[in-house]
């Protein structure tokens, strides 16, 4: 079973140990046709990009490495931060880019103070009570399939649950009518194997990711691997799974790129 692949990584432009090159060279090393460089969105607060204009400065270094190393697919991304319930990114200039993960995460600067107490504050305290616990799970829920619906140029739900509880059901659903691949986070070993097994049930399509933060980890989808023979996941459905009739160049959604 071998990826031609790996979708997520970061550099030290957002909260990653490691320079582009250094995760194009650890790529190249692992067999991978592609790679894509995912930095945080800027308003993931002390390690999101220094702001949205850096993208732009980032497209022109990726077109030029991508003339340098020819072996390897190179594309620019990013993973951005769900701010509010109604599922707005903080990234809005999406030209220069190549694939858009999105994904809750804590400590993201909300779209305003109101955001803030309903999405952030809920889960600061899901632990009080078990109504609290589920307030915050509905929200969640609610914000991660806005982004979902509201944001058609987005591939990539990033590690579903992981920080912040989500109906994985309900989820997973949104990403299938929406045609956003699902993923299995290898960084994290997440999600586990009976929410992945959920997700398998409403159809979505799948992507296994590394997250990498380091150079040693560009590549590494054993998680992925194990979860796919465990759960009888068809290949088919697993998008960067190289055998299943796909390639290099999976069909990401649509882009105004200018480049």
């Known amino acids: 079973m071998v990826f031609f692949g790996d979708y997520h990584t970061h550099s030290r432009h957002s909260d990653g140990r490691q320079s582009i090159v250094q995760i194009i060279k650890a790529a190249r090393e692992r067999g991978l046709q592609e790679i894509a460089i995912t930095d945080h969105g800027p308003l993931a607060l002390g390690i999101g990009l220094r702001d949205a204009g850096v993208l732009a400065a980032l497209r022109q270094?990726?077109?030029?490495?991508?003339r340098i190393y020819t072996d390897i697919n190179?594309?620019?991304?990013?993973?951005?931060?769900?701010r509010d319930?109604?599922?707005?990114?903080?990234?809005?200039?999406?030209?220069?880019?190549?694939?858009?993960?999105?994904?809750?995460?804590?400590?993201?600067?909300?779209t305003a103070w109101s955001d803030g107490v309903q999405i952030f504050g809920q889960n600061f305290l899901r632990h009080a009570s078990r109504r609290q616990r589920q307030k915050a799970v509905e929200a969640n829920t609610r914000a991660t399939i806005a982004a979902l619906d509201n944001n058609p140029e987005l591939d990539i739900l990033s590690h579903p649950g992981l920080f912040y509880q989500v109906d994985i059901r309900a989820v997973a659903r949104a990403c299938a009518e929406n045609q956003v691949l699902f993923e299995i986070n290898c960084a994290h070993g997440y999600p586990p194997a009976s929410d992945i097994m959920i997700a398998k049930e409403q159809g979505v399509n799948f992507i296994i990711n590394s997250d990498a933060h380091f150079t040693r980890t560009v590549g590494q989808l054993d998680y992925g691997r194990a979860m796919i023979e465990r759960l009888e996941i068809p290949p088919e459905r697993i998008i960067n799974l190289r055998g299943r009739g796909g390639h290099g160049n999976w069909p990401k959604k649509a882009k105004d790129c200018t480049h």
């Open 61 to 66: 270094d990726i077109d030029a490495l991508n």
């Open 74 to 82: 190179i594309l620019l991304g990013v993973e951005a931060n769900i």
């Open 85 to 110: 319930l109604q599922g707005t990114l903080d990234i809005q200039d999406l030209k220069p880019l190549d694939i858009i993960i999105a994904g809750l995460h804590p400590y993201t600067i909300p």
